[in-house]
């Protein structure tokens, strides 16, 4: 019941880059979807969550959903060697009680 | 606030020991995941709980058990490791899940590496 397919990379761009990750989706039922962020060697940490379709933005990160065609992204204005990690989007499970997880796209933000 | 704690943070297992991965969480969280995560395979949910005495499967539960006495604490136990249970191994809680139930997401702990030798 993956359902979330995610390029794993690896993505390589100069600092102050525009980054766009992406994630697909197979069920149009989902409507609830997240992003995690997570350095080398550590947990991951809750970026952004967004719901149904449109857009969220907090300072330099922008969630998007496209119902339309299955999209989940996430954009990354003025990129910076601190973003350099692994964002993983999520999905809420069918019966509401966990995420399911992509397989993470590795960014590399170079200085 | 201590958040999620994880012991250990490394351990090197030989093939057909058993070892209990601890977790502890303070934030008095009612749900509490073990997932799995292999280079490039992102995170594969294990078991989970709801609650105190609540468990339930999740993708990979094989070779594992769980149980939840408390709140606070959700240990992982491997019986008869094995090679294919080299990973690493994070615990997270969160206090809903879901938008009518609140977007908190979840907390993470720094994780748990296991080799199988």
């Known amino acids: 019941q993956k359902e979330v397919e995610q390029d794993p990379g690896p993505l390589s761009v100069p600092e102050g880059a525009i980054v766009s990750l992406n994630c697909t989706y197979s069920n149009s039922a989902f409507q609830y979807f997240m992003w995690y962020r997570q350095y080398s060697r550590k947990g991951p940490e809750l970026l952004m969550y967004t719901y149904s379709s449109g857009n969220k933005e907090d300072g330099r990160f922008t969630a998007q959903v496209d119902k339309s065609s299955k999209y989940i992204s996430l954009f990354i204005r003025d990129s910076q060697p601190s973003d350099s990690a692994t964002y993983l989007c999520?999905?809420?499970?069918?019966?509401?009680?966990?995420?399911?997880f992509g397989k993470g796209t590795t960014l590399s933000v170079s200085s | 606030n201590a958040g999620v704690t994880q012991t250990p943070k490394f351990r090197i297992l030989k093939i057909g020991q058993s070892m209990t991965l601890q977790c502890t969480q303070d934030?008095?969280?009612?749900?509490m995941y073990w997932y799995r995560q292999d280079p490039g395979m992102g995170l594969k949910l294990i078991y989970y709980s709801v609650g105190a005495g609540i468990t339930d499967k999740g993708e990979v539960p094989n070779g594992y058990n769980v149980s939840r006495s408390t709140t606070e604490d959700f240990p992982l136990r491997l019986e008869l490791a094995a090679p294919s249970q080299t990973s690493v191994y994070f615990c997270?809680?969160?206090?809903?899940?879901?938008?009518?139930?609140?977007?908190?997401?979840?907390?993470f702990g720094s994780g748990t590496r296991l080799t199988v030798v």
């Open positions: 999520a999905r809420v499970n069918q019966a509401g009680t966990a995420l399911i």
């Open positions: 997270a809680s969160s206090y809903s899940i879901g938008p009518n139930r609140g977007a908190d997401g979840y907390t």
């Open positions: 934030m008095n969280h009612n749900y």
